[in-house]
């Protein structure tokens, strides 16, 4: 068995595909690794949150040695049930003007769980090509069929439901807001529309994921942006990215979140977050609402890379702080991204299977922490380290 591990191993190096663990050392809006420091350009922390000293300096002194609990010691349907559990539900569903939520570990568990429980082989579910790759496992979990359009193809998404609406009780259609490899989005006002025209026969189930804390007035995504969150039965995202925590949620009505809780295996069957996860996500998302200048300002220095890869003649289908720059083989990724380390930016290559073969590149994930100086800087570097590929989206 282990001689097999390691030819696998071999052939993933070989390919430049293989994956070791990076030694970081964090100093907020930068690593540190070899003893170089760089700025970090591979982040999710999208707000700059989870680097803001003062942020954390100032939670600290909400806690006491009795608020501060490392850990729930059991599942929610026993004895990790705790208070701030459901002031943090309360508090979202007070946002997001929904009737209940419901908080999980990780996106991932949400996912996973989620989809499966809320599905039967009487369902079909359309998702999108490039949903991720929890959304893909949840599916493969649940006993439903499943058709997987093109990317935001939603002609062809529109003729599926067409075609199997008699054959099936229900349809689930399955989308991300804003996509995590090519920072593209889904048209939400256009699904919702869709939903409406089967509403007997069509569920709509979006991760917001990518868009949490980044969009909308009060930071609650894309759904919030297009003004269409009450038409989506199944709105979930996490507080792993933007939020700077741990943890998912979704938004739904009180039936589904009383449904899930008697449902969704991942959260029956796992320990609970610790409480004091859970305190310091209330405590950041009691303030979104009023984090619109960090909004504004990563909008900005997305709009500024955008188009600059376009005057370099790279277009570009990235609508968001997440911007693909494609290199093609895994090798020329790597390449390019030693590269920019060498000169003080922490950017990873983003290599199959995370992407499809052909269609490496590097994923740049813009935060708020970053100034616009920095930006230029890192503009004029990659245009002497990297000849325009023509396109910049796998799927164009």
């Known amino acids: 068995m282990t001689d097999s591990m390691q030819q696998t191993l071999e ?8 994956r070791r663990l990076p030694r970081l050392t964090h100093k907020g809006r930068f690593v540190e690794t070899d003893g170089k420091e760089l700025l970090n350009l591979s ?39 705790y208070a701030i559990s459901e002031q943090l539900e309360n508090a979202l569903a007070t946002l997001f003007g929904s009737e209940a939520a419901l908080v999980f570990n990780s996106g991932y568990h949400a996912n996973t769980g989620l989809i499966p429980a809320i599905t039967d082989s009487q369902t079909l579910i359309l998702a999108d090509k490039l949903i991720h790759a929890s959304l893909i496992d949840g599916i493969r979990l649940s006993e439903a069929r499943s058709i997987r359009y093109r990317h935001n193809d939603l002609n062809q998404l529109e003729r ?20 995590s490899m090519d920072g593209d989005e889904a048209d939400l006002p256009r699904l919702v529309s869709l939903r409406r025209s089967y509403a007997d026969k069509v569920w709509l189930y979006v991760d917001e994921a990518h868009a949490f804390g980044v969009r909308g007035k009060q930071g609650l995504g894309c759904a919030e942006e297009k003004g269409c969150t009450h038409d989506i039965d199944f709105l979930v995202g996490t507080f792993g990215k933007a939020a700077a925590s741990v943890g998912a949620y979704i938004v739904c009505r009180k039936v589904v979140r009383d449904f899930l809780v008697n449902r969704v295996r991942p959260f029956i069957f ?24 960090r909004r504004e300002h990563l909008s900005s220095l997305a709009t500024l890379l955008r188009t ?42 983003i290599r199959p299977p995370t992407v499809p073969e052909g269609t490496s590149r590097l994923r740049i994930s813009l935060t708020a922490n970053i100034t616009q100086e920095e930006m230029q800087a890192f503009l004029t570097l990659l245009t002497d380290q ?10 164009l």
């Open 308 to 349: 600059s890869l376009q005057m370099q003649g790279l277009s570009t289908c990235s609508t968001s702080h997440i911007i693909p720059i494609l290199a093609g083989s895994s090798t020329e990724a790597t390449r390019l991204a030693r590269q920019l380390q060498r000169y003080g930016f922490y950017v990873l290559p």
């Open 270 to 293: 796992t320990t609970a977050l610790p409480p004091v996860n859970l305190m310091w996500t209330h405590f950041i998302v009691q303030r979104l609402p009023q984090m619109a200048d």
């Open 43 to 81: 982040s999710n922390d999208y707000l700059g949150l989870a680097a803001d000293r003062n942020l954390r300096a100032e939670f600290l002194e909400s806690l006491t040695p009795d608020s501060f609990l490392p850990s729930a010691s059991s599942s929610r349907l026993l004895t990790g049930n």
């Open 386 to 395: 990297h000849s325009p590929t023509k396109t910049n989206c796998e799927h």
């Open 160 to 179: 599926l439901v067409a075609r199997y609406a008699s054959e099936y009780e229900r349809i689930l259609i399955v989308t991300e807001s804003i996509f």
């Open 11 to 18: 052939t993933l190096e070989r390919q430049g595909n293989l």
